[in-house]
């Protein structure tokens, strides 16, 4: 029996007469959405380098979030059954990290983990949509994953064969609201979190990648995904206000910004989109991490995270990042669940105040209390959760030792504003300057000094180039499209008349900039390479302000230049190019 788009190998009615390793035992992964995928990303290397299985793909289309699943599925290279084709698959096992779909109608041992920190949240289930009553004439939504609507089947069984915990305070809920399905519970760990504490010692490459120089502080804005979360429009929305006033109010020479976004909310909406409502927050130096791959990185290399009542706050608190919620609606948790106890209590973001001190007050402590919750038994998921797999296959285990992936080094991301920045210059004394740059669409905050206009060359605003004192791009010295630096800076002066100074950033550390009279100098800090260091740009406008200033360059050739920017002073060699 065959449908449409049923694959033939490595299974199907035929199979036999076309594949090589036909004995191999079928364990199959049940991909609701892209937010479930990811834990089952994080297990799968436990099958890895075993001749004696074959995987398999599935989705069950239950979900509302289907956007980007087939993408992903495509990426693991691991052959993907349609769901008519999967339930009638004889599997030895099944993987599943969501509940939703006809999974009862599978055929092998059905074992399902959690995608999030524990089952924490009100979700209806999709099939009555009606709440359920609690607490007599209060009336809510079920636990996902931590009640019998989502637990049991039709005749009140359970759907799992094993329902995968990570910390006993989950099992005695369990116990408590579904005894039917406490027999189903087994204690093994979080791979997610696995993963994160073994990564910690990277933190200062993860930051490096994100382009987090010395003294620099990465604020992470984070999002579940319903409308009462920090991006959602359901409770008080304080995104649209609180995206341009970090933007304004935060110096962007000493705060790098990311913005970390739940999987439903990328693929609900779509990428596109969610890039379309960023625009400016992305051209003022906000970064969009990936939300497959990159986002267990940034909250390692965080300093502070601005969040609500989603997983991703939680584990950031537990790694040690202060948090600040934006957002913290209780009805949608569970009041037993150690998530409700800490949005009850954690500090809140208030945005009628001025948002730096809010988030100067924050320091990074060694590891949260709220780890404790995360995982019981730290560190040991991977042996843990193979050991109940290949129980459930019935098989032994390889004699390896089980281990996770470590988390991969993301690519190296700086920050790239593109919108004008208001620059704010003092002269410190010989060869020092003081820098801070607004990215705004807000004035700048009040402050001391000097104020010009620096402006990237591919900017949207390109009606300021011409009122802009600095000029500046990044690319390759090598780039033929420009020439070279020493030809670009001539083009941008000729073309801007106002312009005083161009500059053309050819790596990290170092820029080769031209003034108005025509010198054509290298820029390069002695501490290149050390901790990212500073945007050259920023150099590029210091130079200008000491110039303005009528200051001798024969001093800064002799001595260097000295930028300041907050309490980091980066030394900057000044040489002819």
């Not at 950031?316 to 569970?334: C, E, I, N, R, Y």
Request: aromatic share 6%; hydrophobic share 40%.
């Amino acid at each position: 029996m065959t449908g449409a788009g049923w694959i033939r190998v490595p299974v199907g009615d035929d199979a036999a007469r076309w594949t090589t390793r036909g004995k191999s035992l079928p364990v199959l992964f049940v991909v609701h959405n892209v937010t479930a995928a990811t834990r089952l990303l994080d297990v799968l290397p436990l099958f890895h380098d075993d001749l004696r299985l074959q995987l398999l793909a599935t989705s069950p289309g239950s979900s509302a979030f289907q956007s980007g699943l087939t993408e992903l599925l495509a990426g693991t290279e691991v052959s993907v059954l349609p769901w008519e084709q999967a339930i009638r698959t004889p599997v030895a096992l099944a993987l599943s990290a969501s509940f939703g779909g006809q999974l009862r109608a599978l055929s092998g041992v059905l074992t399902v983990l959690s995608h999030g920190v524990g089952y924490t949240k009100r979700l209806a289930t999709p099939d009555t949509r009606h709440p359920t009553a609690v607490g007599g004439s209060e009336r809510s939504d079920p636990v996902f994953g931590m009640s019998p609507e989502w637990l049991l089947d039709e005749d009140g069984k359970p759907l799992a064969d094993a329902l995968v915990l990570s910390h006993p305070e989950q099992y005695e809920r369990l116990r408590a609201v579904c005894p039917e399905a406490a027999s189903t519970a087994v204690i093994a760990g979080d791979p997610c979190w696995d993963r994160m504490l073994a990564a910690r010692a990277y933190r200062d490459r993860y930051r490096r990648a994100l382009g987090v120089g010395r003294g620099q502080r990465l604020i992470v804005l984070n999002s579940t995904w319903n409308p009462e979360g920090l991006f959602g429009d359901g409770g008080d929305d304080v995104l649209p206000s609180l995206l341009p006033r970090l933007t304004s109010e935060l110096p962007a020479d000493e705060y790098r910004l990311a913005a970390v976004l739940h999987p439903n909310i990328w693929h609900g909406h779509g990428p596109g989109q969610i890039r379309a409502w960023l625009d400016r927050a992305r051209r003022s130096g906000l970064t969009l991490i990936d939300p497959l791959h990159g986002w267990r990185q940034t909250l390692l290399a965080a300093d502070a995270l601005i969040g609500d009542h989603g997983s991703v706050t939680y584990y950031a608190a537990a790694l040690g990042t202060p948090v600040l919620l934006g957002a913290a609606p209780l009805d949608g948790l569970d009041p037993q669940a150690p998530v409700h106890e800490f949005v009850r209590t954690a500090p809140r973001l208030d945005p009628t105040r001025p948002l730096r001190p809010q988030v100067d007050a924050l320091a990074r402590q060694p590891m949260g209390p709220e780890a404790e919750f995360i995982s019981s038994v730290p560190g040991e998921s991977a042996p843990r959760l193979r050991r109940l797999f290949y129980d459930r296959i019935g098989i032994p285990e390889p004699e390896e030792p089980a281990r996770l992936v470590p988390l991969p080094l993301p690519a190296y991301e700086p920050a790239v504003p593109t919108v004008p920045l208001t620059v704010r210059t003092r002269l410190l004394g010989s060869g020092e300057v003081a820098v801070t740059r607004f990215a705004g669409p807000h004035p700048a905050p009040v402050g001391e000094g000097e104020t010009h206009v620096a402006v990237h060359e591919d900017t949207r605003e390109t009606d300021q180039l011409d009122l802009a004192d600095v000029v500046f791009r990044y690319g390759d010295a090598a780039d033929p499209r420009f020439g070279s630096p020493a030809l670009w800076t001539t083009e941008v002066l000729d073309r801007h008349r106002y312009c005083a100074l161009a500059a053309y950033v050819t790596r990290p550390g170092s820029c080769v900039v031209r003034t108005r009279a025509g010198e054509l100098l290298r820029l390069t800090t002695a501490g290149m390479g050390a901790d990212g260091d500073a945007d050259p740009a920023g150099y590029a406008s210091a130079l200008h302000a000491w110039l303005g200033a009528g200051k001798s360059l024969e001093e800064l050739l002799a001595h260097g230049l000295r930028v300041r920017t907050g309490r980091v002073t980066h030394t900057v060699n000044v040489t002819p190019a």
